[in-house]
DNA sequence: TATGCGATATACT
DNA sequence: GTATATCGCATAA
């Protein structure tokens, strides 16, 4: 199957034939590689935990875009997060690689994760896969399907069915009971499950 | 392990 | 103007 048909359908049935495919980001400092361990689907209109759930904005424009291409965003404040398209043009479907294996640019990914005391956490978890790649807003709208582009996706060695489980998604308090994280079972990779913490409202905090 | 806090783009009032 | 966000890290215990 060419890779933009592999983008072509849900979300949700995209997420867990990711794992295991290879992630590249390419730059003037080098390249970094890693082997996808952990994702999580985002089911654009039909899903309020999604951004695209309440329609296209400046923000979220890419995710209504063509398929196989990179949504690149910026959150809380000092992190970056990257999906991957799904489903045809105008549909808003992603999923959200949350943590990968660097397999490739092991001395370059160390250098940008200088706070990471092993490997297996350079790209645990979706800011610190972000960081190891080097993601930038830049790379926002990239398309994952060119091979040697700046930001590419290519399949890897599958992951092995019994080992591929899933879950409720990490941080969301919408839809929280929704199993649709998936993640390679007993990867050191992957990140520790948390669930959405309760925000207090800022009501609440006193003076 | 558990909790607090940072630091900013974005969306909504 | 203001609340919230697909989170990471230091600190405490």
Known sequence: MPLREF?????????????????????????????????????????????????????????????????????YGLHYAV?????????????????????????????????SRVDADLARGPGRLATALGLTRELNGTDLCESLGALTLEPGKPVAGELIRSGPRVGVS???????????????????YRRAKPRKSASDQGV
């Not at 730059?27 to 951004?51: C, F, L, M, N, Q």
């Not at 045809?88 to 690689?97: A, D, H, K, R, S």
Request: glycine share 10%; charged share 20%.
């Open 174 to 192: 919408q839809a929280a009971d929704v199993p649709w994280r998936f993640h390679v079972h007993g990867d050191p990779t992957v990140s520790p």
């Open 83 to 115: 999906n991957a398209v799904c489903m045809p043009e105008g549909t808003g479907e992603g999923v959200l690689i949350r943590a990968g294996e660097v397999v490739d640019g092991l001395p370059l990914a160390r250098s940008r994760r200088v706070a």
């Open 7 to 75: 983008f072509t359908r849900t979300a949700p049935d995209v997420a867990p034939e990711l794992l295991g495919c290879l992630l590249t980001a390419r730059s003037e400092e080098g390249s970094v590689t890693v082997r996808i361990t952990e994702v999580e689907a985002y089911a654009g209109a039909r899903d309020p935990a999604s951004h695209a759930y309440r329609g296209k904005t400046a923000r979220n424009a890419v995710m209504f875009g063509p398929p196989g291409h990179a949504y690149v965003y910026f959150i």
